[in-house]
């Protein structure tokens, strides 16, 4: 525990140092959400309807965003492979890179949701139930994307290869996020899909930082 | 790699050397079994088999839209199958059968997708549905892609023969998530009324033809699969003294 | 124990299989060892934590085959390295160096063969070889966003090891660092960057010592000081290992050749 609160520590210490980066994802965010209805048509009932989903895939998009840059920059300055010879186990410092990953791009994403589903007309019921959603599943995306990270990190087109590598991975979080929103407009309870969620959550806690360490250490080879 | 004299005689064929001529020896005799199946099959399946109640003989192309998706899924689990033995064991044969199998098996993807899209317009007037079975097959074909690209973007073929296990082992796991999630996805939004998956009633000389259709997918996969291991045995170990000789006589 | 590896290496070293330098390497090892003791010289403490009781820590590396591509960079390398005595492993660019180094602190998996800390596989003594080894690479690996300070300490909670802004402080001034240790990384030149990089042999204790062009891009002063430091090492029973494209300021050590 200890470990992963070391290499939590360092990446918040960085990004704080760095600040432009946390900001670009969210301002992506925005704009993204911002086209849809731009490209579609304003219509209120419509938005509706298509709001759940397209509040996740910006933030499927978001978090693919800040993604390349969770190992490459201590890739390039040699840090990566301190870590990998560290006597602390590896998997639990990359684990502590995941969280602060999911703290400056994931967590923002959660609290500035439901400013942006006031713009597609969700209540506050589908509010709450998005924010919690989104609460559970982006850990997930950055927990599985994590993994694509790390297996390209160093390859050329590495930004486009990582998106084709983990979007269909994505996949499950994102028809269970947008789905418990559709629930509760719906009427019926969004606790199954938050359910779901959960186990994903749980799943991709348990193997992905085990994965990508794998995978990281293939990269350092 | 360990080269080991192991009490098991065939573990001489870890070694891409003595594998080579071996799959030289098999292959013919895969193709061969492969061709008489798919006419075996294919007659079942054309002339055999009877005229389906409500979708008239169009519906004839199931016969290889079908096991076009078995094979599609089987064959990703032996590539994740031969791609993980490579990582556990270090063996450069295993993960050498693991892309030799990842174009064959994209491919039955895609004609499974390509196949279920013909045989769904005629029925439902659109090329494309959102099917639980072809969303599912469309994510399998992505993931393909994504293990192909991913091995052709790493130039150092150790290092892309891991990576892409450690992708396939990922994408292994998931499969069945994502499968079940597309699932309950579609019956959430379409209802029970269009399906791909369910027929009224399989006649036995359907399952008969499908099954035989699996079969010389099966052998011709093998079959391919052996030759483009042979290929890529010659590129990667090209500078071994046996594959010179190799050449030279072929 | 350690006579048996000596006797090993004397036996390993008649074998014809071993291409001519390594026996070479494995002959020297052993006459060495057989007559040169360990000379007790000064004790020179570094910071901080202290150094670890020194048991017969042995590094050695029994067939080792790495290539890089096509190329076979090298086959059958074995060495024997006891403690208080250091290896230089030469070679033109491209020769596999940097590889070989890689190799025997654990970040390059071999394609043959294996590395042991004091007998066991490194791979199976996992924590306790890599709290006993100390790598410096090329890079620099220091966070440009980080003031020196910082960079230390971090490097050292990364490691497992407590240290205050006051202790690192010392280390940078040890290193020849003075009055910077608090200015972002960025702004020092690359020597002084590779100067925080080295500062960490004086704050994270090793037994072994694994060290890729330490020398580089070093004034005169600064290579003394590293020959210094390296020496003390070595005089209280630790390990190094070191690549260099000039002459050491070191007493006479083994040295592995690697042939382009």
Known sequence: MNTILVALRRDLLLAARRRSEVVTALFFFVVVVSLFPLGIGPEPAMLRRIGPGVLWVAALLATLLGLPRLFASDHADGTLEQMALSPRPFALLVAGK?????????????????????????????????????????????????????????????????????????VPTLIFGAGAVEAQSAGLGSSAQLSILGALLALAVFFAPWATTAALRIAIE | MM????????????????????????????????????????????????????QGEGYRIIFVHVPASWMSMVIYCAMAFWAGIGLA?????????????????????????????????????TWWVWDARLTSELILFFLYLGFLALQAAIEDPKRADRAGAVLALVGVVNVPIIYFSVKWWNTLHQGATISMTKSPSMAMTMLWGMLLMALAFWMYSIAVALARVRNIILERERHADWVRGAVENA | MAQIVLSLMRGLARAPILPGWARTTLDSTYTDAQTTPIPASDRR????????????????????????????????????????????????????????????????????GEVRWNDTPIRAAGEDFRRACLYLGH??????????????????????????????????????????????????????????????????????????????????????????????????????????????????????????
């Open chain 1, 98 to 170: 995941i969280a602060a990953h999911w703290l400056l791009c994931g967590l923002p994403l959660v609290l500035l949701a439901p400013l942006l589903g006031l713009q597609f007309n969700l209540n506050p019921g589908e509010l709450q139930v998005l924010m919690l959603a989104l609460l559970l599943g982006t850990p997930v995306l950055s927990l599985i994307g994590a993994i694509g990270a790390a297996l390209t990190l160093g390859v050329r087109g590495g930004g486009t290869l990582l998106a084709l590598l983990v979007l269909p991975l994505y």
């Open chain 2, 3 to 54: 080269e080991k004299t192991s009490a098991s005689p065939w573990m001489r064929y870890a070694s891409p050397a003595t594998f080579y001529p071996l799959a030289g020896k098999l292959q013919p005799w895969f193709a061969g079994l492969a061709a008489l199946l798919t006419i075996a099959g294919l007659w079942i399946g054309f002339f055999v088999a009877p005229t389906d109640a409500t």
């Open chain 3, 45 to 112: 403490r570094p910071h901080s934590p202290s150094f670890p009781a020194v048991p017969s820590f042995m590094l050695s590396a029994h067939h080792l085959r790495c290539s890089r591509g096509d190329r076979t960079l090298f086959a059958d390398l074995s060495l024997s390295l006891a403690p208080g005595r250091w290896l230089q492993v030469g070679g033109i660019n491209g020769a596999g160096k940097t590889t070989l180094l890689r190799t025997l602190v654990g970040l390059n998996p071999p394609d043959d």
């Open chain 2, 89 to 125: 064991f270090n063996t450069r044969l295993s993960s050498m059968m693991a892309s030799a199998l990842a174009p064959t098996g994209a491919i039955f993807a895609l004609l499974s997708l390509v196949t279920g899209s013909l045989w769904g317009k005629p029925m439902w007037g």
């Open chain 3, 139 to 260: 890079h620099a690996a220091v966070k440009d966003e980080l003031s020196p300070v910082e960079n230390l300490r971090q490097a050292c909670a990364i490691d497992g090891v407590a240290l205050d802004d006051a202790q690192a402080g010392d280390a940078l001034r040890r290193i020849g660092l003075r009055g910077r240790g608090h200015l972002p990384t960025s702004v020092l030149s690359a020597g002084q960057k590779r100067r925080v990089l080295l500062a960490r042999l004086l704050v994270r204790p090793a037994t072994l010592w694994v060290l890729d062009e330490p020398f580089a891009a070093l004034d005169t002063d600064a290579v003394a000081l590293m020959g210094e430091l390296i020496g003390a090492h070595l005089a209280q029973g630790g390990l190094a290992i070191l690549t260099s494209h000039q002459p050491a300021p070191l007493p006479a050590g083994e040295f592995v050749g690697l042939a382009a």
